[in-house]
């Protein structure tokens, strides 16, 4: 059998990112500057949000949320055991162990009922993930905070993987008080890396001017950008707050300008990979086909999460392992926090969370990337589906 090479989430760069970024090497400014305030523009139009600020990373976004409203030890902040280790390593570097909240069963999105009932007077913050591009449940989420009468509980969205996604018919961007995107080199539209928060309310719990203050908090506390301060005459600047390093650099922002052009066309792509494989597997007693589209939500098709029924742990392993043979990339999507050696640390135990880890234990995601072809589609489910047969026939 002719072996083939099929990565798991290659970039997706043609001449048009290319362009852009000599255009930013060439103008001599290349850090965060008027391409970073441009990309700002287009994602806040993009997301129907009020405010945008770029960053380096969706990780930095959390974060300088959490410090803006000085969330600290003493404080709780909730969120899901079924994500990436940045959700929660931003509240521990806040100094706060987070509360952990398993998802529903059957679903990677937290359950909004056992969130309900881990709130507490401390609770400042709740952060839920959209996992795969496919949006939690916004409203269900307020509704939570209403009925607690807790409303002033600050509700994080890390939207990194949901940049795209529709959510009640409007892209998501603007249903949480924040919500935070990634633009990870993995992710559908890229920045090599990157990040952005998104958000409506500038005067959010009393502040006079929320945008600029992330700016600021983003940039050492330095009370002008960059830019600014290079002008001549103006090297006079102040440090307002002990503030992080993390502003977006022109050169990113070049790159995601570029992809934002072309990026519903590279959404269409990935949602003909996804067919490909749903219209393989459908018919298959042992596929638990992943969330797609309802009447409120569609995904942004980031990532294949495909659960495999009557699969133990250690047969899907086999199988990751017998397509790497075969030359196809695939991954886990997500191990659970609990299982890691720092969350074991900290006291969390995989088995508070049964549902997080019967998600994970027969979970494969499938390669999905706007360069993928259709053929090769094909040829990673007929393997998949011929390689499982296989191992469950033992």
Known sequence: MKIKNIPFSPPDITDAEKKLVMEVLDSGWITTGPKTAEFEDKISKYCKANNTVALASASAGLELIL????????????????????????????????????????SFLIDE??????????????????????????????????????????????????????????????????????????????????????????????????????????????????????????????????????????????????????YEGMLIKRKAIFEVYTKALETKSWAIIPFIKDENKETSYHLYTLRLKGCKEAQRDELIQKLADLGIATNVHFTPLPMFTLYKNLGYSIEDYPNAYNQYANEITLPVYSTLKLEDAEYVVKELIRCLEEIMSK
């Open 113 to 262: 009922q056992k969130l309900g009932m881990a709130i507490t007077p401390k609770t400042k913050a709740i952060i839920t993930v959209d996992i795969a591009g496919v949006p939690v449940d916004y409203d269900a989420i307020k509704a939570v905070l209403k009925e607690k009468n807790r409303e002033d509980i600050i509700f994080i969205s890390d939207s990194a993987h949901s940049f795209g996604a529709i959510y009640k018919g409007e892209k998501v961007g603007s249903q949480a008080d924040f919500n935070v995107f990634s633009f990870h080199a993995v992710k559908n539209l890229i920045t090599a890396e990157g990040g952005a928060i998104t958000f409506n309310d500038n005067n959010f719990k009393g502040k006079e001017n929320l945008l600029k203050e992330f700016k600021i908090t983003s940039l050492q506390g330095q009370s002008k950008d960059a830019l600014a301060k290079m002008k001549a005459g103006a090297w006079k600047y102040d440090i307002i707050t002990d503030g992080m390093k993390c502003n977006m650099t022109d050169i990113n922002a070049a790159i995601g300008l570029a992809q934002l052009q072309r």
């Open 67 to 106: 410090k803006v409203f000085n969330i600290a030890e003493g404080d709780e902040v909730i969120t899901t055991p079924y994500t990436y280790t940045a959700t929660a390593n931003v509240i521990v570097h806040r100094g706060i162990k987070p509360t952990f909240v398993d998802v529903k069963e059957g």
